[in-house]
C-alpha cells in the first residue's frame, strides 16, 4: 500500500496539535493531524481527575485590547477564523471545568475546518531517506516534518511495591468517596494533581498524609505554574492548625499490602527526610493514591537506528521528557518537533511553557521558523521606517504594556529590534527564541527585549521586601521588562531593566520611557543624530 504524504503530520489532536493546524493552515501549508480517539482533546476527557482546571479564566480586565487580554486568558488558542469566540465567553468560572475545555476545542476545530483524521493511534514512527513513515494500523503516512503532541502518560517512581495493583492511581482514583470515609489514605506526591486529590477527600478521610523526598514548591514563589497552587492549598491549612492531615518530607523504601491487617491494609516503611531525630519509621494506611505525575516520551514508539530519541538527562526532569534543542527539535533528529508540554524543557521551570498559555505562542514561533527555513516565508517582522528614537520608545512602550506572548514566556521569546545602517530603517521582530539569536542576526546590530523576574533569594513572595527604586530598577523583582545590547560575541553589553509596576505598565515619562530612550541613543548613536536631522529639516 502507498504512504498517504503531507509536508507536516501533527501527531495528537489536543491543544498543542489544533494549534499547530490552525498556524500551518493560516500558511496555506500542507498538514494533517493524527488523533488517536474519535475526538479532539481525548487527554481532558480523564483529566483533571475531578475535572475542574487550575488554568486562569479571567474574564474582564479593563481593557478591550484583545492581545492584552490573552496574558490573563490561559485556554484560548491563538485563532484565525471571526466565527471563533475566545474561551472567557464560554463560562463565568475562574476555573473552569475540563468538559468546557474540551467544547471550546471541538469548536475551534469546525471554525477552522482544520485536516484531522480520527480513530488513528501512532504505533511506530521511522524515517527513511529523509521522510518519517509513521505507522497506524495498516495504513502509514508519510511527512518530511513531524511534530509530536501526544498527550502524557502516568509516570511513576521506581518504588518496591508500586506495582501492587491495590495501589490506586491519580488517572482511575474512584470518585466514590464512601469508599474512603474513615479511612487512613496516603497520597504519593505533592503535586496539584495530588492536593486535587486531598481536597476532594479532606472531609471523607480519617487522615490524610501528601509525601515526597522534596518539599512544597508554591507556585508563588516560583512563577512556575506547574508548582503548587494556591487553588488547591487548601490542605495545608488543616495540617497547620492541627487537623490530623500532614505533609512528609522522604522517601518510601517499600510497600507491602496484606488485606488482614487490622492496622491498615498498606505497610509503608519511610525514610524521612529533615527529621534527624527520627529518620526510619513504618505507618499503615487503608488506601494508597499515586499521584505522581507523567512522562511525555515513550521510546519504544521509535525505530532506534532511523529515529534514535533521546532522554533529558537532566535530574530535575526525572527521565520524563525527551531531549529537545533551542528550536524545539528532537536532538538528533532534524526535522522532529515536539510541541505541547515537552517544549518546556528548552527553559524548564522558568516560564509557561508546558501550558497552553504559553505554548501556544512557542507553537507559532516554531511554525513560523520552520516557514522561513524550508519554505522561504521570511520571519515575520515590521519595518519601521523613518523612526527616530522616540518613536521607537513609544512602539516598545505599546508593546512593553499589551503583549502577551513574551509576557507569559519571559526570558525565552524576545522581541527583537535590527538596525539597517544603510536605509536608517529599523526592523522590528516579536517571539523570536532567545536560544536562537546567533543564528539569524549579528549581535552588534540588535537590541533585545524580553520580560524577567527578579530573583529573591529564596526569600517568601509575601514577606520579601521591595528594594527597587527608580535609581536601582535592576532590583526589580516583580515580572519587568528588560533590554539588552550585546557584543560581537553574544555577550551582554548593556542591559536595561525597567521599574517594576504594580499595574504592569511601563508609559512613565521618567521612570520608563527616558530611561528607554537613553538606552537606545547609546546603542544607536548614529542613527539617533542622522534621523533626528531629518526630521527636523523636513519639519
Known amino acids: 500500500m502507498k504512504a498517504i504524504y503531507h509536508d507536516f503530520l501533527i501527531v495528537g489532536g489536543g491543544p498543542a496539535g489544533i494549534q499547530a493546524g490552525i498556524l500551518l493552515q493560516n500558511k496555506n501549508l500542507d498538514y494533517l493531524i493524527l488523533e488517536r480517539t474519535n475526538a479532539v482533546g481525548a487527554h481532558w476527557n480523564n483529566y483533571p481527575r475531578h475535572?475542574?482546571?487550575?488554568?486562569?479564566?479571567?474574564?474582564?480586565?479593563?481593557?478591550?485590547?484583545?492581545?492584552?487580554?490573552?496574558?490573563?486568558?490561559?485556554?484560548?488558542?491563538?485563532?484565525?477564523?471571526?466565527?471563533?469566540?475566545?474561551?472567557?465567553?464560554?463560562?463565568?468560572?475562574?476555573?473552569?471545568?475540563?468538559?468546557?475545555?474540551?467544547?471550546?476545542?471541538?469548536?475551534?476545530?469546525?471554525?477552522?475546518?482544520?485536516?484531522?483524521?480520527?480513530?488513528?493511534?501512532?504505533?511506530?514512527?521511522?524515517?527513511?531517506?529523509?521522510?518519517?513513515?509513521?505507522?497506524?494500523?495498516?495504513?502509514?503516512?508519510?511527512?518530511?516534518?513531524?511534530?509530536?503532541?501526544?498527550?502524557?502518560?502516568?509516570?511513576?517512581?521506581?518504588?518496591?511495591?508500586?506495582?501492587?495493583?491495590?495501589?490506586?492511581?491519580?488517572?482511575?482514583?474512584?470518585?466514590?468517596?464512601?469508599?474512603?470515609?474513615?479511612?487512613?489514605?496516603?497520597?504519593?506526591?505533592?503535586?496539584?494533581?495530588?492536593?486535587?486529590?486531598?481536597?476532594?477527600?479532606?472531609?471523607?478521610?480519617s487522615i490524610l498524609h501528601f509525601v515526597s523526598p522534596r518539599q512544597i514548591q508554591f507556585a508563588w514563589n516560583t512563577h512556575y505554574v506547574g508548582d503548587l497552587r494556591a487553588v488547591r492549598n487548601n490542605l495545608l491549612d488543616m495540617y497547620q492548625l492541627k487537623s490530623q492531615h500532614a505533609i512528609l518530607n522522604g522517601s518510601i523504601t517499600n510497600i507491602d499490602y496484606d488485606p488482614s491487617c487490622e492496622k491498615g491494609r498498606f505497610k509503608v516503611d519511610f525514610a524521612f527526610s529533615l527529621t534527624p531525630e527520627d529518620p526510619v519509621n513504618t505507618i499503615y494506611y487503608d488506601n494508597i493514591i499515586a499521584c505522581t505525575g507523567f512522562k511525555y516520551v515513550d521510546i519504544n514508539m521509535f525505530d532506534p537506528d532511523t529515529v534514535p530519541v533521546q532522554i533529558d538527562a537532566r535530574p530535575a526532569l526525572r527521565g520524563k521528557f525527551p531531549k529537545v534543542n533551542a528550536d524545539w527539535q528532537y536532538s538528533g533528529v532534524e526535522n522532529m518537533y515536539a510541541i505541547g508540554a515537552p517544549m518546556q524543557t528548552v527553559n524548564f521551570r522558568k516560564n509557561a511553557g508546558g501550558f497552553i498559555h504559553g505554548f501556544r505562542y512557542s507553537i507559532k514561533t516554531l511554525v513560523d521558523l520552520i516557514a522561513e527555513k524550508s519554505f522561504g516565508i521570511p520571519y515575520p517582522s515590521t519595518k519601521l521606517s523613518q523612526y527616530n528614537i522616540s518613536d521607537l520608545a513609544e512602539y516598545m512602550s505599546s508593546r512593553m504594556n499589551t503583549c502577551s506572548s513574551i509576557y507569559q514566556m519571559y526570558n525565552e521569546l524576545c522581541d527583537v529590534i535590527k538596525y539597517d545602517k544603510a536605509t536608517g530603517n529599523f526592523t522590528y521582530y516579536k517571539d523570536y527564541p532567545l536560544g536562537l539569536l546567533s543564528k539569524k542576526f549579528k549581535a552588534e546590530e540588535i537590541l533585545t527585549f524580553t520580560f524577567n523576574f527578579g530573583c529573591r533569594g529564596g526569600e517568601d513572595a509575601f514577606t520579601y521586601v521591595l528594594e527597587a527604586t527608580p535609581e536601582s530598577p535592576e532590583k526589580s523583582i516583580f515580572i519587568h521588562p528588560v533590554i539588552r545590547s550585546y557584543d560581537s560575541s553574544f555577550g551582554i553589553k548593556e542591559e536595561l531593566h525597567l521599574l517594576e509596576n504594580l499595574e504592569s505598565t511601563w508609559d512613565d515619562e521618567e521612570l520608563h520611557l527616558q530611561p528607554l530612550r537613553a538606552m537606545l541613543r547609546r546603542s544607536f548613536k548614529m542613527h539617533a543624530v542622522i534621523t533626528e536631522q531629518r526630521k527636523e529639516k523636513v519639519s
Not at 165 to 179: C, F, H, M, R, W
Open 51 to 205: 475535572r475542574s482546571l487550575i488554568s486562569i479564566n479571567k474574564r474582564f480586565t479593563g481593557s478591550d485590547n484583545a492581545e492584552f487580554n490573552l496574558r490573563h486568558d490561559w485556554n484560548s488558542l491563538l485563532t484565525t477564523s471571526p466565527f471563533q469566540k475566545p474561551f472567557t465567553e464560554y463560562t463565568d468560572e475562574l476555573y473552569p471545568s475540563a468538559d468546557v475545555l474540551l467544547k471550546y476545542l471541538k469548536d475551534v476545530v469546525v471554525s477552522h475546518n482544520l485536516n484531522i483524521k480520527y480513530d488513528t493511534e501512532v504505533s511506530f514512527i521511522r524515517k527513511t531517506n529523509g521522510l518519517f513513515q509513521v505507522t497506524s494500523g495498516q495504513t502509514v503516512y508519510e511527512c518530511k516534518y513531524l511534530l509530536l503532541g501526544m498527550g502524557g502518560k502516568p509516570w511513576f517512581p521506581n518504588i518496591p511495591g508500586i506495582d501492587l495493583p491495590e495501589i490506586e492511581t491519580y488517572e482511575n482514583v474512584s470518585l466514590d468517596k464512601k469508599l474512603f470515609e474513615n479511612k487512613r489514605v496516603l497520597i504519593l506526591g505533592k503535586g496539584n494533581s495530588a492536593f486535587e486529590c486531598g481536597e476532594y477527600l479532606a472531609n471523607t478521610a
